[in-house]
């Protein structure tokens, strides 16, 4: 049998699952959260898994696995699941990991609204109704109408089952009840799992046991797990996980798709004190680089002594020393002797703002002074030994090193041995410099110490979310080399700082890649795209242009009826029972009638008496009358959304049912069925709301010799991009660039062109096709960026010598479903262009696009090309 | 009163349009006790929300004494970035 996730990877693929996430988990969740693409893929699985039955299901109860990496929001798809199981029925929810530590912060996250991590939105609402989060310490306080957390360790709710005592959780709170059971860092519970040689006795009580214990009370339970770190080696762990792994998202994924910093080792072959000193200087240079580009960011550093706490002091105490004691000789030292790039970078950049070793020195005493350093106090909360002075010192100290990223925290240098573990999210940790030499490894084998300070950075290496630019995605790295040069990459990059020791080094590199934060430069080809010089000797090189259009921020300004925002205007239907009024879902008028014994009746929502739909907008949140004018501008009072035609004014409700009721529509029936209309056009509103818009102007005007210049691209060696197709495109005059690292359907592409290219030559010349390397970027309606892979030129002959720009993009079949807003996108230019050209420098141009190129159905894309042309 | 007020769904106006000389037959005490009862207890105050709704004709004045009591800033972003300002 496969693994459960590998299973729904092909499902996925294959488009059997729907990528979607209901708008009841969108709206509940915290506004600031946008889904990434990875989440919403774990949503929809899960959402799939309980809907769906197929051959490898488990049996009830469900007990499902989201193996995902440290940052890649796992809290928040815990959050956005309890709304989902919260709406299926499920009011109970226990929450239990290993650690206090994280229990204090996980309940901060979940409970407190005042908390800049919180993860719901201010007020959770399912069908109007207002729904609380309620934290309890058993099931009897909870209340029916909210979703009740009870947070507890794994410890205590292991002592809780076997001794009970007043107000704790006993087993009799897990009979007759479906509860979601909820595992994070699920891995410590696998204690008995992974110690089990044989048929080894489950009765001994162990956390595994107990968990197990209580999860078998009810077949409607769920338990849903959390862990980055799955053991996929342990044959038990595997046996045990098999159908349960419904997600997997290891850390390689996670820094692929660029949400992470980006590793970099830095060694040096300097003493200890320059190291530190030069730790500090690169440190204080990504704070001055954001400050710069208007980054309000505080970077901290992480000196990691090898076993002692006393070291770690030690070294706390030296360091002070250093940072009182600077002096200019010291940095002249470094700056002679230093052969890293990025500090003659950063010693370059004071001189440019006239920075002197002088000012930087009482700059860093300043910024590294005694109490912005922390020495971490390395014992365990759970100890029971712990006095009362230090416990509140512990979860003091707890405090200040998770929120490192606050404003009022002054905290800059971290002095620890190795406590900083699970649950330490952390996005401002920018350099980690190891105060010791010690290597462990055997055999070329990474040893445990090696292995942990792997993981250390692995953890480390969560991005710091910032964007100068409209259109860059806050949350994911930008400025990655080859393909960018730019300072802010800094800001991007988390440094380790170690000896110049070449076995170190390479073990160290062997435990990085084996975690996934880290690709070995010899991992990866450097591709050059290079303009072939035949064609920038060309007229048309130097003198045409190419045209882009602009993402701009949605003010929402011209917005003066629902149709301009896109709400199209639907009537609903609403049954009305010979008993009470009962609601149907049906949306649309066009239905056929199935039960033919019934009339119907159009009521326009300005002859229901307005006081009747007054009420039923006071009952939904989302028509507030300040959210009402934030997009409607327009809009002078409830009164005039109601009766103006061009909102609610034109509507009307459909009333089924026997003659007598529709005679006689009582102030209920009304009610009721505004209450359907209003939540039709509120989801209908809310499914055009965008925050962002593509301009229709394509105005953004660049030469083709200034746009599209040589390119270097860092390419996986295994990745098909990486397979030059020079050969074939070297000897074609209409080809622009000496090769083409796209992936095969790309490359196909160019094949199918050069077969057709010969027919295009009867009416056009100045024929070019020109790869985009993400050079030209293009907005649709909603702002989404699309940089489409082929730019085709060509010249008219006759008639008015119009030059079209078209917009290509080759797509495999299998993703053609997914990124079908691109092809809409793409013919949406092609015919708001297709009757107007473009003027200018005396020239005509005409934008224009073509559906996906796909290798399997070329004939349909050739037909599509020519009509595009005309 | 049927302009302005905010009155409770299950108020049928034509019933009470047609009753209108039995009400004026009752004492004034049992006429305000029935107005009172039609109303929307959930309304009877203009919600914060409202402030604009050009119905309530809030005056300038007003709506900038009640802006600095509750302390009314505009949403900030947790990491500001220049582009989010």
Redesign the interface.
């Known amino acids: 049998m496969e693994f459960l996730y590998k299973e729904l990877d092909t499902a996925s693929k294959f488009g059997v699952i729907k990528k979607e996430i209901p708008d009841f988990i969108t709206n509940n969740l915290s506004p600031?959260f946008e889904a990434r693409p990875y989440q919403v893929e774990a949503f929809s699985r899960f959402i799939y898994y309980l809907n769906n039955d197929f051959d490898s299901k488990q049996n009830k109860p469900y007990q499902l696995m989201f193996n995902m990496a440290t940052g890649s929001g796992k809290t928040m798809i815990m959050a956005g699941l309890i709304l989902y199981l919260y709406e299926k029925g499920y009011r109970k929810f226990l929450f239990f990991v290993n650690s206090t530590n994280i229990i204090n912060k996980t309940i901060d996250n979940f409970t407190n609204t005042n908390s800049?991590k919180y993860l719901f939105n201010h007020t959770i609402t399912f069908d109007s109704k207002r729904v609380n989060i309620k934290q309890v310490d058993n099931f009897e306080d909870a209340n029916s109408n909210d979703i009740n957390i009870c947070f507890t360790t794994i410890q205590k709710l292991h002592s809780d089952i076997y001794s009970e005592k007043e107000n704790s959780l006993t087993i009799e709170d897990f009979k007759e009840q479906k509860i979601v059971f909820i595992s994070d860092e699920a891995h410590h519970i696998n204690t008995q799992t992974t110690k089990q040689t044989s048929n080894a006795s489950f009765d001994r009580p162990s956390w595994e046991n107990t968990v197990n214990r209580i999860f078998d009370q009810n077949l409607d339970n769920i338990l849903l797990e959390f862990t980055a770190t799955l053991d996929y080696e342990h044959k038990n762990i595997v046996e045990k996980y098999k159908p349960r792994v419904i997600f997997r998202y290891d850390l390689r994924q996670f820094k692929d798709e660029k949400y992470s910093k980006d590793v970099n080792l830095l060694r040096s072959d300097l003493s200890d004190n320059d190291r530190i000193l030069q730790a500090v200087i690169l440190n204080q240079y990504k704070q001055d680089i954001a400050l710069k580009?208007?980054?309000?960011l505080k970077p901290v550093i992480l000196f990691k002594a090898q076993k002692l706490i006393a070291e770690s002091l030690e070294n706390k105490a030296n360091f002070h020393r250093i940072i009182e004691n600077l002096s200019e000789e010291q940095f002249q030292n470094i700056k002679v002797h230093s052969t890293v790039a990025i500090i003659q970078k950063a010693f370059t950049f004071y001189s440019d703002n006239n920075i002197s070793f002088s000012q930087l020195i009482a700059k860093l005493q300043r910024n590294f002074g005694e109490t912005n350093c922390i020495s971490v106090n390395e014992e365990n909360l759970e100890k029971t030994s712990l006095n009362k002075g230090d416990r509140i010192q512990l979860i003091e100290q707890q405090y200040v090193l998770n929120s490192l990223?606050d404003k009022n925290n002054p905290i800059r240098a971290i002095f620890a041995v190795n406590k900083l573990n699970e649950g330490w999210d952390v996005l401002n940790l920018f350099d980690i410099v190891r105060l010791y030499t010690t290597r462990d490894a055997k055999e070329g084998k990474p040893g445990n110490t090696t292995m942990a300070e792997a993981q250390l950075i692995g953890r480390g290496a969560r991005y710091?979310?910032?964007?100068?630019?409209?259109d860059?995605d806050?949350f994911k790295r930008k400025y990655d080399k080859p393909n960018h040069d730019n300072e802010l990459k800094v800001i991007e990059d988390l440094h380790y700082h170690t000896i110049e020791d070449s076995k170190y080094i390479s073990e160290l590199k062997k435990a990085l890649i084996e975690t996934g934060i880290y690709d070995d430069d010899n991992e990866f080809v450097e591709c050059q795209l290079k303009i072939k010089e035949e064609f920038k000797s060309t007229d048309f090189f130097l003198k045409t242009v190419v045209f882009e259009n602009e993402k701009k921020v949605n003010k929402y300004d011209n917005v003066k009826s629902f149709a301009v925002l896109g709400v199209t205007k639907k009537n609903i239907e609403f049954k009305l029972h010979s008993g009470s009024g009962k609601v149907t879902e049906a949306f649309e008028t066009s239905e056929t009638k199935s039960e033919v014994s019934y009339d119907q009746k159009d009521v326009k929502v300005s002859e229901i008496?307005i006081?009747?739909v007054?009420?039923?907008i006071?009952k939904n949140e989302f028509y507030?009358?300040?959210?009402l004018?934030k997009y409607f501008k327009s809009v002078?009072?409830?009164?005039?959304f109601i009766t103006n035609a061009e909102y609610l004014g034109s509507l009307a409700i459909t009333f089924k049912g026997t003659k007598d009721r529709l005679t006689e529509i009582s102030?209920?029936d009304?009610?009721l069925a505004l209450n359907e209309l209003l939540k039709a056009i509120e989801s209908e509103i809310k499914g055009n709301l965008h925050d962002y818009f593509g301009t229709d102007d394509f105005k953004i005007i660049t030469l083709i010799k200034d746009k599209f210049t040589d390119v270097e691209l860092k390419i996986g060696k295994n990745d098909e991009r990486a397979k030059s197709q020079s050969e074939f495109v070297k000897d074609k005059v209409w080809y622009a660039y000496n090769d083409n690292f796209g992936t095969s359907e790309e490359k196909k592409f160019v094949e199918a062109f050069a077969r057709r290219v010969e027919k295009l030559h009867d009416n056009y010349e100045s024929i070019y096709l020109i790869r985009n390397e993400r050079q030209v970027k293009v907005f649709d309606k909603k702002g989404r960026r699309f940089e489409p892979d082929f730019l085709l030129f060509v010249k008219q002959k006759a008639k008015d010598n119009v030059t079209y720009q078209m917009f290509i993009e080759p797509k495999g079949a299998h993703l053609k479903e997914h990124d079908k807003w691109k092809e809409e996108f793409l013919l949406d230019i092609r015919e708001r262009f297709a009757e107007k050209t473009i003027d200018y420098n005396s020239d005509k141009y005409r934008l224009t696009g073509v559906p996906f190129y796909t290798n399997k159905t070329e004939n349909e894309f050739i037909t599509a090309f020519e009509e595009s042309l005309k | 009163m049927k302009v302005h007020s905010f009155l409770n769904y299950n108020v049928d106006i034509k019933k009470q349009d047609e009753a209108i000389d039995d009400f004026k037959q009752l004492s004034i005490e049992t006429q305000k006790q029935h107005l009172c009862e039609i109303l929307n207890k959930n309304q009877l105050y203009v919600n914060l929300s409202t402030i604009d709704d050009e119905d309530y004709q809030v005056s300038e004045e007003d709506k900038r004494l009640t802006r600095d009591f509750y302390e009314i800033k505009e949403e900030k972003e947790i990491v500001q970035t220049k582009a989010d300002l």
């Open positions: 600031i800049s580009n208007g980054i309000d990223e710091f979310p910032f964007k100068i630019n409209i860059q806050k008496p006081h009747i007054k009420n039923a006071a507030q009358f300040s959210t004018k002078k009072s409830i009164t005039d102030n209920l009304y009610l």
